[in-house]
């Protein structure tokens, strides 16, 4: 294996070319060596802008070329997990665009594909790897809030294209697929354990029947999450935890600028702010980062940052909130 993770791309999804193929191509670890598409024209395009060697006109020709190491899978959800094993399965190591499947139950395929194979597997959630997030847990952790009891967060944006992919039901569409598992993923990572139960509120799109808005209460232990997400609101997001003795907001959590620093901001509960201290986080790419983390995870033989494990429990909390918001109860994940 050579110095660097030589990376393959299955597909030509707008988050990748424009987003994580330019970020890894940043990375000291990887190299990302070739891309797919069903469409070979498409593929050499995207080869030709990107600077990518090689191209191919199906995902099967790429999962056979033995100087791929890795495969990043920015698939529709509803492919994740079957191109995610078939991946597996050539020897691929696999980092695969969240939500990592349609279900707890495909996510535990994930799981055996992994362990039948020896590939290192993980979802592909960004945040956490992002240096604001490491310190938001760690300052938790020290008691920098005294003891953690709440969260909140908002996450929204407007789509109503019915021909998107996240307004597609049947393909594993809407809010809380798309970004409700966020806020998700960050709370269980900030808070350090898994809620008991939850309670959720949906309000579907007439159309498209994709849940356009979503409300959630996670129950931890320690405290209380909550959020709303929406895939037809005015584009905003921000998370707040809330302690005994202060508070932290991160200024922009989930789509961190690759232009500028990031801010977090730390208060002691002035009403007014003027206690408020701000943590600046200098300016990196967080694509590149998870990129270079996955990379090293293979060079260096060593677990993957987020076990599958955690992506089957963030599955169970994401279909405890939908049975809840049918059942109108709490529901455990």
Not at 128 to 141: D, G, I, K, M, N
Not at 276 to 287: P, S, W
Not at 307 to 319: G, H, Q, S, Y
């Amino acid at each position: 294996m050579s110095a660097k993770i030589r990376w393959g791309i299955l597909g030509v999804a707008k988050i990748a070319v424009e987003k994580v193929i330019p970020a890894m191509q940043q990375g000291e670890f990887s190299e990302v060596a070739a891309i797919a598409s069903r469409d070979a024209a498409r593929a050499a395009s995207a080869a030709e802008s990107l600077g990518i060697a090689k191209s191919y006109g199906s995902y099967e020709e790429l999962l056979a070329d033995p100087d791929i190491d890795a495969v990043y899978n920015p698939l529709p959800n509803h492919l994740h997990v079957p191109w995610s094993v078939k991946a597996a399965e050539a020897g691929k190591h696999v980092l695969c665009e969240k939500p990592i499947a349609l279900s707890s139950a495909e996510a535990l395929e994930l799981i055996e594909a992994r362990n039948r194979t020896g590939v290192k597997l993980q979802e592909a959630f960004m945040v956490r790897t992002h240096p604001q997030w490491l310190a938001v847990r760690e300052r938790v952790r020290e008691g920098a809030v005294g003891k953690l009891l709440g969260a909140q967060y908002v996450f929204s944006y407007f789509n109503r294209d019915p021909e998107n992919i996240r307004n597609k039901a049947d393909i594993g569409g809407g809010g809380l697929m798309d970004i409700g598992c966020y806020p998700i993923t960050t709370s269980r990572f900030v808070f350090g354990e898994e809620p008991t139960r939850v309670l959720g509120l949906v309000e579907r799109d007439p159309d498209m029947e994709i849940d356009r808005f979503t409300s959630a209460i996670l129950d931890f232990p320690g405290g209380q999450a909550s959020f709303i997400c929406s895939t037809q609101m005015v584009s905003y997001q921000r998370a707040n935890f809330f302690g005994t003795e202060g508070r932290l907001e991160v200024e922009i959590p989930f789509n961190a600028p690759p232009d500028r620093p990031c801010r977090v901001f730390h208060s002691g509960g002035d009403l007014f702010g003027e206690d408020i201290e701000t943590l600046e986080f200098a300016t990196c790419d967080q694509y590149t980062v998870q990129g270079d983390d996955f990379s090293r995870a293979i060079l260096e033989d060593r677990e993957v940052t987020t076990p599958l494990e955690d992506a089957v429990a963030n599955m169970r909390v994401i279909e405890a909130i939908l049975r809840s918001a049918e059942s109108g109860c709490w529901e455990t994940p």
